[in-house]
């Protein structure tokens, strides 16, 4: 199982970006999934998640500003980030719960990262 995510790059102060995480190999189904960033000299932190059912969750900082989807048939992932402010730059990572047949257990995969720098 691969998660592919892309989307960052640079925007300036109140500029927008949309992340997208897809999985690949052979899966069963994804139970929740989520994005989470580390800042330089910080420790990653969780941004949103979201349930394989569509519930949500998300840190403060982000909320009303952020907005986590995703799409079953495709097995991706994405985030709207909106009002985006120099202290959401980082490396922002997915990360998935994935269910793999034959033995159906859940297995926690995460992508390889997608830097987002907000500056003007």
């Known amino acids: 199982v691969q998660l592919q995510a892309s989307g960052g790059g640079l925007v300036q102060p109140g500029g927008s970006l949309r992340l997208s995480c897809a999985a690949s190999?052979?899966?069963?189904?994804?139970?929740?999934m989520g994005w989470y960033r580390q800042a330089p000299g910080k420790q990653r932190e969780l941004v949103a998640a979201?349930?394989?059912?569509?519930?949500?969750n998300y840190a403060d900082s982000v909320k009303g500003r952020f907005t986590i989807s995703r799409d079953n048939a495709k097995n991706t992932v994405y985030l709207q980030m909106n009002s985006l402010k120099p202290e959401d730059t980082a490396v922002y990572y997915c990360n998935a719960d994935v269910i793999l047949p034959p033995d159906l257990n859940e297995y926690d995969y995460w992508g390889q990262g997608t830097l987002v720098t907000v500056s003007s």
């Open positions: 979201i349930t394989s059912g569509g519930s949500t």
């Open positions: 190999g052979s899966i069963f189904s994804i139970n929740a």
